[in-house]
């Protein structure tokens, strides 16, 4: 069965512009979840969302934005991008919220900024 | 507030011994999941292991293994027989019930095995 789809892989982008990333879970999950990842940070919670709702959502300033479609398909959207928000944003889908469902991760989003 | 902390950033371990990375926890939860993922240099996260808070026996998945000690707010994955695939980084995370099901990660440990 297919995976986790993040689309696009690479993205660059200006300083000040803005950036919708896409994320497709695995079918039949319900729970998607947004991380992002820098080597200084590490693995930073942005989003969870289930059944078109956000659950939870990370530190991060209101510049970062997500959704959730009934067909469980997620999108984020960072605007007015700056140089720090260069990173790899990962998708995560689980089955179910809660209970021991790990998450599947897709391949991420690589986003610079310049 | 829930912390996971890793505080070994790098190990190294020859090839076919076994290794221990340690990952510590702190939550008030009284009911919360502790999972170890792996981050080849390819990029993708691959789930591991699964270890409920109120499970009475430590989890198993083929070669690896989670030693929880509760009490102490541990969830040390082990690894047997390391092979060379092994060399990763690997996430400790838990996700527990206060304010939703978000899962938070610690820093992770890099793992090196050696022929």
């Known amino acids: 069965k297919a995976g986790v789809t993040q689309t696009p892989r690479y993205l660059i982008k200006t300083r000040g512009q803005q950036v919708t990333l896409s994320c497709s879970p695995i079918?039949?999950?319900?729970?998607v979840s947004w991380y992002q990842q820098t080597p200084g940070q590490g693995l930073q919670f942005l989003f969870e969302y289930f059944s078109e709702t956000q659950r939870n959502k990370g530190n991060f300033p209101g510049r970062f934005s997500g959704r959730q479609f009934s067909n469980s398909r997620s999108e984020m959207n960072v605007s007015t991008l700056e140089l720090g928000d260069s990173a790899l944003y990962l998708c995560a889908s689980s089955l179910l919220e809660g209970g021991n469902y790990g998450y599947t991760f897709g391949s991420g989003t690589r986003l610079t900024v310049v | 507030a829930q912390k996971i902390t890793q505080t070994q950033p790098g190990m190294f371990v020859q090839e076919k011994e076994a290794v221990t990375l340690d990952c510590t926890y702190d939550t008030s939860d009284p009911s919360y999941g502790l999972f170890w993922y792996k981050q080849p240099s390819s990029g993708e996260m691959i789930f591991l292991i699964y270890?409920?808070?109120?499970?009475?026996q430590n989890a198993t998945e083929g070669r690896y293994s989670l030693n929880f000690q509760k009490a102490r707010k541990s969830a040390n994955l082990v690894i047997s027989a390391s092979q060379l695939g092994d060399s990763a980084m690997y996430f400790c995370a838990m996700r527990g019930n206060t304010g939703g099901f978000k899962t938070i990660f610690g820093a992770g440990t890099r793992l090196f095995v050696k022929a």
């Open positions: 079918s039949g999950h319900r729970s």
């Open positions: 270890q409920g808070s109120y499970d009475q």
